[in-house]
């Protein structure tokens, strides 16, 4: 079973930046569609950005022009560049595939200070 790493969390202030990465085993990273989702306490999952096989990306609402999902097949690892955050940008973060779907991993906390 395939499941990801995530790394690069932390603790910052508003406004600050920080840059997660995602490593992910297996043949079918570079063919996969991946996610960065994110669950705040007392939240649900929420899905937070998405890229394609082809680099096509997608974002919520809430951190569009804020944050940047990248990705290096060779590395078989995502990234998420999170700029400008918020006390409400804290959570737990997560990758997962969205076209072949991996077991959870860990996550990655990412608190916002105000």
């Known amino acids: 079973q395939v499941q990801p790493v995530e790394s690069g969390g932390g603790l910052v202030q508003a406004g600050g930046s920080l840059t997660l990465s995602c490593a992910a085993s297996g043949s079918t990273f570079s063919i996969n569609t991946m996610g960065w989702f994110r669950r705040a306490p007392g939240k649900q999952r929420e899905l937070v950005a998405t890229?394609?096989?082809?680099?096509?990306?997608n974002y919520a609402d809430s951190v569009k022009g804020r944050f940047t999902i990248s990705r290096d097949n060779a590395k078989n690892t995502v990234y998420l560049q999170m700029n400008s955050l918020k006390p409400e940008d804290t959570a737990v973060y997560y990758c997962n595939g969205m076209r072949y779907f991996y077991t959870w991993g860990q996550g990655t906390q990412v608190t916002v200070s105000s």
């Open positions: 890229i394609t096989s082809l680099g096509t990306t």
